[in-house]
């Protein structure tokens, strides 16, 4: 799919090379897998489009119905976390699927990339990855789609799951999966569909919430808000939501990264029992990223707010460990 893995040139790295070319930079994977290379996208990750992805899970799905045993995808780090929790959402399939990448591009003095694609090669190769859903393997470490984010801007340790923590690694090739998952709940998105704009909104100090306003009109059919701590947003906030949760579904996270949003704990305007009241959705632990997608496949998925809001409720309801 492209990003800094596959990123050369002189004047600024770019999306360039094969998957035949990041193969061969590790040549001793054929001992480890029968590996078939494709390339799907070239592109860095930031002008990937949630589209490309559903397209992408239609590919895996072929591919699992072709007798493949695992799949990594290689991909840009700065949308991974997106792609992959979306990946985990549309493939409902036993196979091991991986998504890697690299925070060093292949010029660089110590690229991470070859490490990082043979020990996604190795994951996706073992039989304990198998219906664990998607997995993202970075640093020698694997995470859960559902859980991972992006954390630093260029350390090859960016990738954490906070709380949770990893589910397994890899270690003298050898891959440990210490943890096992709960299935998470899965939408089937036609390749074809229009897909439903979601906008997300970060909350800040002072906000007034006057950028609410123009949601509607800018033709969005969805909301996620970025609040305060446990799910807060500030008082003056409060009229703007209440009018747009009339007009579609709105989702309250945590911008915290971490933990999830309350539902009976403060009793203030714009606190989290306010806007639950007034009936905003809650993100539970999914961050504000992972909601966003969620709630767009959920509303492409059905067309419908009401029934989109109930998918979106299965998929956040089954993300515990």
């Avoid at 997300?200 to 969005?220: E, P």
Wanted: aromatic letters at 4%.
């Amino acid at each position: 799919m492209g990003g800094t893995i596959a990123s050369v040139g002189e004047a600024g790295v770019v999306p360039s090379l094969s998957p035949e070319a990041l193969l061969a930079a590790v040549p001793e994977l054929t001992s480890v897998a029968r590996i078939e290379a494709r390339s799907f996208r070239q592109l860095p990750s930031g002008d990937l489009r949630l589209e490309d992805v559903v397209a992408l899970a239609q590919v895996i799905r072929q591919a699992q119905r072709d007798g493949v045993d695992g799949v990594v995808v290689t991909h840009g780090t700065d949308s991974l976390e997106e792609s992959a929790f979306a990946l985990d959402v549309l493939v409902d399939s036993p196979l091991a699927l991986v998504v890697t990448g690299a925070l060093r591009h292949p010029q660089s003095l110590s690229p991470d990339g070859p490490a990082n694609l043979a020990a996604a090669v190795r994951v996706a190769a073992s039989p304990a990855a198998r219906g664990q859903g998607c997995l993202v393997v970075v640093n020698e470490e694997v995470h859960a789609a559902r859980f991972v984010r992006k954390a630093h801007a260029s350390n090859v340790a960016a990738f954490v799951s906070a709380g949770p923590g990893p589910l397994g690694w890899v270690s003298e090739g050898r891959v440990r999966i210490s943890s096992r998952l709960a299935p998470l709940a899965h939408l089937d998105v036609a390749e074809t569909a229009p897909l439903a704009p979601v906008a997300l909104v970060s909350v800040s100090l002072g906000d007034d919430g006057r950028m609410l306003s123009a949601i509607s009109s800018l033709g969005y059919r969805g909301l996620v808000l970025e609040g305060f701590g446990a799910g807060h947003v500030p008082g003056a906030m409060v009229a703007g939501v209440a009018e747009l949760v009339r007009a579609m579904p709105v989702v309250i996270t945590s911008r915290t990264g971490a933990g999830e949003v309350l539902s009976a704990t403060y009793g203030f305007a714009g606190s989290e029992r306010d806007l639950l009241a007034r009936g905003v959705v809650s993100g539970g632990a999914l961050d504000s990223r992972k909601a966003r997608v969620a709630l767009g496949l959920a509303l492409s998925a059905t067309g419908e707010s009401a029934s989109a809001v109930e998918l979106f409720g299965r998929l956040r309801d089954s993300m515990s460990l």
